[in-house]
């Protein structure tokens, strides 16, 4: 039986976490821009404890200023394991791949659709700001996480389109989030890391860890 | 020793990198399908054997992999491939390059330090022939092999926005053939179906690269001309006529001869829509018919 979710993280453990991932986005907003030429703004995150089938329409209440939006999903597994999630605004696409340019090996194919290009361009520059932050979350932390390739949801944000493993509805799920501003460029969106029951034991005693720190 | 023997036998590329890119491992995947053995590789400063990598994009992502310890994943459809190989096979068809789906790995060493990159690379080339060939079937008539349709539709908006926001000109030909009916009457279906597909290669080549052929109903094509002009499409378009009223269509044994009518129409960037501009070139293709056909007219 799912537990009370206000009972999963004291209020302390939820404070450090938003402090955790406050550096880290910090960090990975510097290095994206120090290393790979990427300027992105993150806004200070927040962080929610709420029940896994509740996670769907709260997302979509969250973003309800976005009319029509393009979704990418990361998952990464560790002991820090869930999934990233990536709602940016519609006509990301086509400004990113401006950013990003086409491929360098040729031209591109005539029968390449441009929105494919933009689709994938979403997905690689996704790929790049999703594993940034998460890299830096488990960093500080003290764990190595693995990830699978980024993908599109299409349609809706309904149960489908998310990863089973993240909505099992019995689960209680910790949803840290932030939103991101691509500098220059009329892009946006927010990213949701959510992170299921099989990790909240190792980050409560990450948090502590880190927390001795400073003891 | 194990696993050195299933880096070299497996089924993918894979190429180990330090953090300047100097290449310490190069698995025999990657030795047969590129022709550079290990001992020419090792050592050697990728770039050296792969210019076309030295471009901002790989750069971003290798780093995003040994900064942030990051899996890049470089899809075949935007990179479409890293290595160039010459792909295997009859696939070669459509692509003269193995088409790649690559991932980059952080390496790390005890303390968790990333000093090395792993890339490997997966032939995707049949996926995405198939892929383009479902593309192209669901995109073009069968018969002719000119565009269909649906593309029409998902194109002249496109095309419409590009040349708006440029300001440059856009032309439409619609073509219609005059009395095919009776060629379908007099000599069977097989006979039209045959006279259709000739009167496409005619079309065909008089059209440019960026010229689009569209068969818009039964007899009836459309031509989409990019960065043209109406006294342009106009002379195209009379050219169109007068080969095919010249052209002699063969079918079992028999000399066949066609007109064709056309109507022209040049978009007007600041009143056109994609329904507007079809049925400009339609009155003008209706005025040809009504005018006594084989000729061109323009609204």
């Known amino acids: 039986m799912a537990e009370d979710p206000r009972e999963i993280l004291s209020e302390e453990e939820r404070d450090v ?9 910090g960090n990975a907003a510097a290095e994206l821009a120090e290393v790979i030429d990427i300027y992105v703004v993150l806004s200070v995150p927040t962080v929610k404890v709420i029940s896994a089938d509740g996670l769907p329409n709260y997302i979509k209440t969250e973003i309800r200023d976005y009319r029509d939006v393009s979704l990418i999903e990361q998952n990464f597994w560790s002991k820090f394991k869930g999934a990233a999630l990536l709602v940016f605004s519609s006509g990301a696409g086509k400004a990113l791949l401006s950013i990003i340019g086409g491929s360098q090996n040729e031209p591109t194919l005539k029968s390449d659709p441009l929105r494919i290009l933009e689709r994938e361009t979403l997905m690689e ?5 999703v594993g940034a932050c998460v890299g830096k979350v488990a960093e500080l932390l003290g764990d190595v996480v693995s990830y699978s390739p980024p993908r599109l949801l299409v349609g809706n944000l309904d149960g489908e389109s998310l990863s089973e493993n993240i909505l099992d509805a019995r689960n209680i799920v910790i ?5 991101f501003n691509f500098q220059d460029r ?4 927010y990213m949701f890391i959510i992170t299921n029951h099989e990790s909240i034991g190792w980050l409560k005693e990450a948090i502590h860890v880190f927390l001795k720190q400073y003891e | ?6 880096v070299d036998m497996a089924n993918i590329g894979i190429v180990i990198l330090d953090r300047e890119l100097y290449v310490r491992h190069w698995n025999n995947w990657m030795a047969m399908r590129t022709g ?3 001992e020419k590789i090792l050592g050697v400063h990728l770039f050296d054997h792969f210019p076309n990598l030295d471009n901002p994009r790989f750069l971003r992502n290798v780093k995003s992999t040994l900064t942030f310890g990051n899996y890049l994943f470089f899809s075949q459809k935007l990179h479409h491939y890293l290595f160039p190989m010459p792909a295997e096979g009859s696939l070669n068809m459509r692509f003269d390059k193995m088409q790649q789906s690559c991932t980059s790995y952080p390496l790390r060493d005890e303390d968790n330090r990333i000093t090395h990159v792993c890339i490997t690379v997966q032939d995707v080339t049949a996926i995405a022939a198939y892929e383009a060939k479902l593309l192209d079937m669901n995109l073009r008539d069968s018969l002719t092999g000119a565009y269909n349709r649906r593309f ?3 194109r002249l908006k496109e095309e419409i926005d590009r040349h708006k926001r440029y300001g440059r000109t856009l032309s439409l030909l619609m073509l219609d053939i005059d009395y095919f009916k009776n060629v379908n009457d007099t000599y069977g279906h097989h006979c039209g179906d045959s006279v259709l597909k000739s009167i496409c290669e005619v079309i065909s080549a008089m059209l440019r690269n960026v010229d689009l052929l569209i068969r818009f109903g039964g007899e009836e094509f459309c031509c989409l001309l990019p960065e043209t002009d109406l006294a342009a499409a106009m002379i195209l378009a009379e050219r169109i006529r007068k080969s095919i009223e010249q052209e002699v269509f063969r079918f079992e044994g028999r000399e066949i001869r066609l007109t064709v009518s056309l109507g022209v129409h040049e978009l007007h ?5 994609p329904e507007s501009l079809l049925r400009n070139a339609d009155k003008a293709l209706y005025r040809a018919k009504e005018t006594g056909r084989n000729c061109v007219f323009c609204m």
């Open chain 1, 17 to 25: 976490l938003q402090e955790v991932m406050n550096i880290c986005f």
């Open chain 1, 175 to 179: 949803v840290m989030q932030a939103v």
């Open chain 2, 1 to 6: 020793m194990i696993f050195k023997q299933v």
């Open chain 2, 152 to 154: 029409l539709a998902a």
């Open chain 2, 36 to 38: 550079i053995a290990k």
């Open chain 1, 125 to 129: 520059v996704g790929n790049i700001l």
């Open chain 2, 269 to 273: 960037a600041d009143h056109d829509s």
């Open chain 1, 186 to 189: 009329d892009v946006n969106g």
